[in-house]
């Protein structure tokens, strides 16, 4: 719904009828009077000689008069604004003024009659449809009550001023009908004017308004945008972008301004055969300013001009970086999923087997008839099986991981309790463990599997530093992640793809489920576990936990 016009005294409303269109208004005005009263001085001192300096009085003094009307008109428009009344004061004044200048130069033989017509004019730059009626009609009884007066000789006499004179009526008839015709119809078609004005003032409004709010729409849905979103010519040269493709090509539009679309879009065809083609669903990637690569889908559509001219081409693109974590994180708990199922089953028909050839083995080992090499073997048999055993115990907490039992903790005893026992424990001596945690933060989880998911990150990161270094074990409030880093040598970009993979191992004497079951841990609690390069060239494993149940972690 378009918002109610305000009531207007004007074509141009009460809205644009500004100072400075009042000041423009007076000035030209002021410029006109003194015009026409300059004309009657000159006329005044061409005529009668005798009664030149009696005459010229009354129009110095109408001029003075008029100034200092101006001059406070002028002075209201700046206190008060365009007043609706100050316009119509402007508008009397003027039609008194012009009927004292016709009076003062002869009455029915002055040439100053059209000056009433320019009054009414000005009146339909200033005033409503009625009210420029209503000047046309009071400039025709003005005008037609001076000449009859005159007519009849009861105009009041001036010293120096001649209008009493022998008329004929006929002139006097036909005098009266040109001049009131000639006002009423110009009254007439200045409120037709006003009118149509009016209307067309009302549907420009409305259009403008419109236009802006379809203006602030578009802005708003640009600025908005999630998407990124270009225009380039058919050089592909960029034109215009949004603030999304701004964030991620990585510069403001002035600098972006004319580059080269094939620079952010290497190995991608937008033109064949010179035309531009339509992608409905593309994939690649984009390189942003400083040389990031970052995984995105875009589409392209033409842009046409009003003649159906191919003016350029529009690609929108959206960054896939997270849908395709999320992508891989779903293949990997589906292939996790996949050999944690089977190899449980496998898992319980060895240790049934295991478990019989171990206890086969101890009895014979009783038998005191056996020798001391043979006592030997049996007893490395024994020692393998319990390690198998002890294998297959670790992948069966891997492959069916008990639900979490969750329950509010404080963040700071974990942290604490884990890094007291790197202090202990014999793979931690040469190696810087620090700790950061604030008191007051509270997890929400199995405090048990945590414990175990965060001593197996600690472990890993210590025998990533065989020859020593730091180790920081943190809790950061503001993003609200727990952080393990090391200074160690870091996981090569080719190999993290599969380090949460079951029995992956780059290590001699690993079983290759120390990360698997941290991922199971983190992922039954519904959290996130990421990788990244430390601060110190080492890995960094951030865990995100969600802060309650109602929490849902992308």
């Not at 016009?5 to 500004?18: D, E, I, K, V, Y």
């Not at 009884?141 to 006929?170: A, T």
């Not at 891989?328 to 996949?338: F, G, H, T, V």
């Amino acid at each position: 719904m378009y918002p109610k016009m305000p009531s207007t005294f004007s074509w141009l409303g009460c809205q644009r009828l500004t100072p400075r269109l009042m000041r423009w208004f007076l000035g030209i005005r002021v410029l006109v009077i003194s015009l026409f009263l300059g004309g009657s001085i000159l006329f005044q001192i061409q005529g009668n000689a005798g009664q030149q300096v009696t005459a010229l009085r009354y129009f110095y003094v109408l001029i003075a008069i008029s100034y200092l009307q101006a001059l406070f008109s002028l002075v209201c428009v700046k206190k008060f604004g365009p007043m609706r009344y100050l316009a119509q004061a402007q508008i009397v004044w003027d039609l008194l003024f012009a009927t004292i200048l016709i009076y003062l130069t002869g009455g029915i033989t002055s040439l100053f009659s059209s000056f009433y017509i320019l009054v009414i004019l000005s009146s339909v730059l200033l005033l409503s449809r009625r009210d420029v009626l209503l000047v046309a009609s009071a400039a025709a009884i003005l005008y037609g009550s001076l000449i009859n007066l005159q007519y009849y000789k009861m105009l009041p006499q001036l010293s120096g001023v001649s209008v009493f004179m022998d008329v004929e009526g006929g002139e006097i008839l036909y005098t009266l009908f040109i001049n009131v015709f000639a006002f009423l119809v110009v009254g007439v078609l200045g409120g037709l004017l006003v009118s149509r004005l009016r209307y067309s003032e009302d549907v420009r409004q409305k259009i403008e308004i419109d236009y802006e709010e379809l203006e602030r729409l578009n802005r708003a849905i640009l600025a908005n945008m999630t998407s990124g979103l270009l225009i380039v010519d058919r050089r592909l040269r960029i034109r215009s972008i949004n603030t999304a493709a701004e964030e991620m090509l990585g510069d403001r539009f002035s600098e972006l301004y004319d580059a080269d679309i094939t620079n952010f879009f290497p190995g991608q065809c937008l033109l064949e055969d010179g035309q531009f083609k339509i992608i409905t669903r593309g994939e690649g990637f984009l390189v942003d300013r400083i040389g990031h690569s970052r995984p995105v889908g875009y589409n392209t559509s033409i842009l046409t001009d009003p003649i159906h001219k191919v003016d350029g081409l529009l690609i929108t693109f959206q960054d896939l970086t997270h849908l395709k974590e999320m992508e891989e994180r779903l293949k990997r708990s589906d292939r996790l999923a996949a050999v944690g199922q089977l190899a449980a089953g496998l898992a319980h028909e060895i240790r049934n087997p295991l478990a019989s050839i171990s206890g086969s083995v101890q009895l014979l080992t009783e038998n005191t008839v056996l020798g001391s090499e043979d006592r030997h073997l049996m007893n490395i048999v024994i020692k393998e099986a319990d390690r198998l055993n002890h294998l297959l115990q670790e992948f069966l907490v891997f492959a069916r991981p008990s639900q979490p039992v969750k329950e509010w903790f404080k963040a700071a005893e974990l942290v604490h309790e884990l890094t007291d026992l790197c202090v202990g424990d014999r793979r931690f001596l040469a190696i810087d463990v620090q700790r950061s945690c604030p008191q007051d933060i509270l997890l929400y989880g199995d405090r048990k599997q945590l414990r175990q998911a965060l001593w197996n990150l600690l472990i890993n990161a210590a025998e990533a530093m065989p020859d020593g270094g730091r180790l920081i074990f943190s809790y950061d409030p503001l993003s609200k992640e727990l952080i393990v880093a090391d200074s160690g040598a870091g996981v090569p970009q080719a190999l993290r793809q599969k380090i949460y993979d079951p029995f992956f191992t780059t290590k001699d004497h690993g079983t290759g489920l120390g990360l698997a079951t941290v991922h199971s841990i983190i992922e039954a609690h519904g959290g996130t576990l990421e990788l990244e390069n430390s601060i110190g060239g080492g890995a960094k494993f951030i865990i995100h936990l969600p802060l309650d149940e109602n929490e849902v972690c992308s």
